[in-house]
């Protein structure tokens, strides 16, 4: 058994409520910090999230899904904060996961 970590990135920064970053950038903003905590690799995809706000505010976003094969928590964890920072995150929904997979 092999740890995945699936990140949920939503694009819209916390005060604003809006993207105020594109996501080709947003796309390169991830690899790079990915990279950056040590990671051989991810795999990046963009989705559509929705979510209410405490304030009862419905909120439909770009988001970027993370997928991490062979994880560690402490990387994880580093990246996660490097992405809130960079991106101006309350949170990042962080999927942990023990599955069945090789490299063929």
């Known amino acids: 058994m092999i740890k995945k970590d699936i990140l949920f990135l939503g ?3 916390k ?13 390169k ?13 991810a795999t990046v995809s963009e989705c559509t ?3 209410t706000h405490q304030s ?9 899904r993370i997928e991490i094969l062979f994880s560690d ?3 994880t964890l580093e990246l996660v904060d490097i992405l809130k ?4 995150q309350e949170t990042i929904a962080v ?3 023990e599955i069945k997979s090789e490299l063929i």
């Not at 005060?15 to 796309?27: C, G, M, R």
């Not at 505010?57 to 770009?62: G, L, N, S, Y």
């Not at 920072?85 to 101006?88: E, H, L, T």
Request: glycine share 10%; proline share 0%.
């Open 49 to 51: 999230g929705f979510y």
């Open 56 to 64: 009862g505010d419905f909120v439909i976003e770009k988001s970027l």
């Open 73 to 75: 928590e402490k990387k």
């Open 29 to 41: 903003i991830v690899m790079n910090s990915v990279a950056g905590v040590g990671y051989d690799g």
């Open 85 to 88: 920072k960079a991106f101006n």
């Open 95 to 97: 999927q942990l996961e």
């Open 15 to 27: 005060d604003s409520k809006i993207q105020e970053i594109n996501t080709l950038e947003a796309y």
């Open 11 to 13: 694009l819209n920064d």
